[in-house]
C-alpha cells in the first residue's frame, strides 16, 4: 500500500461511496495523520531541550554505595533521525529505563551533517568512549530513521559489528526512499535514495557480521516510499523484520508498543528467541 498523504475532507460522505474496506483503511490513516500532528506539536515544544549532547554520568561507585539495579546487558544507545535530536527518545528512554534497568545514551550529531559515512564514523568513536566509561564490550543500538542507517553503516562498512550486539531500526529507509523529493538539495538526503553510493554499499556483501538486526517498520509511515523500503533484506545478516500497523513515522519513538517490542528485542538472551511477528496499534 502505497500512502500519499492526502487524507479525505469529508469523511462520512466517503464511507458512503467508498467498500468497507477502503473506509476502514481511511479511518486508521485519519487516526494516524492526528497521532502524527499531536506528537509533531509536543516534539517541537521539547526539541530545544536536546540540542546539546546529553551529560555523561559518573561511573558507578564502587565504595559499597546502594545502586540502582542495572539490566546486565551492554547500555543502550539511542540515535535520532534527519534534522532531529536527542529529544525525540525522551519517552523511550524513560520507558527503557523503567522496565528493563538499561544503562541508556542519547546522542546527538549535526543537524549540519552532510555524509552518512562520517556521521558513522564519529559515532565509533562515542561508541568506544561509552564501552570504555561503561566497562562493557559491546552495546545495543537503537536508531529512528536515517539514525539507523548512520548505525548501519558503522557496523558493515566500519567494522562496528565487533562493538554493536544488536541495531534496532525504527523507520530506516534501507534500500533508500523517494520521499519529499523537493528535498534532494541536502546531500544527506541524496544520500537516502534508492542507487545511492552508500545505499549501494550497504548492499554488498557482509560475511560474518556479528550484529543482530531488528528492523521495525510501518504500514502508514509516509517518509518510506515505498514502505518496504523500512524492511532490512540482506543474506548475510541475522535479521528480524517487525511490521507495525497503525502508527506512521513520528510515533515509532514514542509509541508504548513499540517501545515494548524493542524492550523485548534487547532482552533476548539467545539469537535466535524473536519479537512477534508484527504490533498492532489501535
Known amino acids: 500500500m502505497k500512502v500519499t498523504g492526502v487524507l479525505p475532507l469529508f469523511l462520512p460522505f466517503c464511507r458512503r461511496l467508498w467498500p468497507g474496506r477502503l473506509a476502514g483503511i481511511s479511518v486508521a490513516l485519519l487516526k494516524a495523520t492526528a497521532l502524527e500532528a499531536a506528537i509533531l506539536a509536543g516534539h517541537l515544544l521539547l526539541y530545544p531541550t536536546g540540542l546539546v549532547q546529553e551529560r555523561r554520568a559518573a561511573p558507578p561507585a564502587r565504595d559499597g554505595t546502594a545502586q540502582l539495579p542495572v539490566r546486565s546487558g551492554p547500555p543502550v544507545v539511542l540515535l535520532h533521525g534527519f534534522i532531529d535530536n536527542r529529544s525525540v527518545f525522551l519517552l523511550l528512554r524513560r520507558n527503557l529505563a523503567q522496565h528493563g534497568g538499561q544503562r541508556v545514551v542519547s546522542l546527538n550529531y549535526s543537524p549540519l551533517t552532510c555524509d552518512i559515512r562520517a556521521a558513522a564514523e564519529l559515532l565509533g568513536r562515542h561508541i568506544e568512549e561509552i564501552c570504555e566509561r561503561a566497562d562493557s564490550d559491546r552495546v545495543d543500538i537503537v536508531g529512528h530513521s536515517l539514525g539507523g542507517l548512520i548505525a548501519r553503516y558503522y ?128
Open 155 to 282: 557496523v558493515q562498512c566500519l567494522g562496528g559489528d565487533l562493538r554493536v550486539r544488536i541495531l534496532v531500526t525504527l523507520g530506516t529507509p534501507h534500500s533508500g526512499t523517494s520521499a519529499a523529493p523537493l528535498a534532494n538539495a541536502h546531500p544527506i538526503v541524496r544520500q537516502m535514495r534508492p542507487g545511492s553510493g552508500v545505499i549501494e554499499e550497504l548492499a554488498r556483501p557482509a560475511p560474518g557480521c556479528r550484529t543482530r538486526f531488528v528492523s521495525f517498520w510501518s504500514d502508514l509511515d509516509s517518509v518510506m516510499v515505498p514502505l518496504e523500503t523500512a524492511c532490512l533484506e540482506h543474506p548475510d545478516l541475522d535479521v528480524q523484520n517487525v511490521r507495525v500497523t497503525g502508527i506512521g513515522h513520528l510515533a515509532l519513538p514514542v509509541h508504548p508498543a513499540v517501545a515494548a517490542g524493542i524492550r523485548e528485542a534487547l532482552d533476548a538472551p539467545h539469537p535466535g528467541e524473536r519479537v512477534a511477528g508484527g504490533l498492532t496499534v489501535a
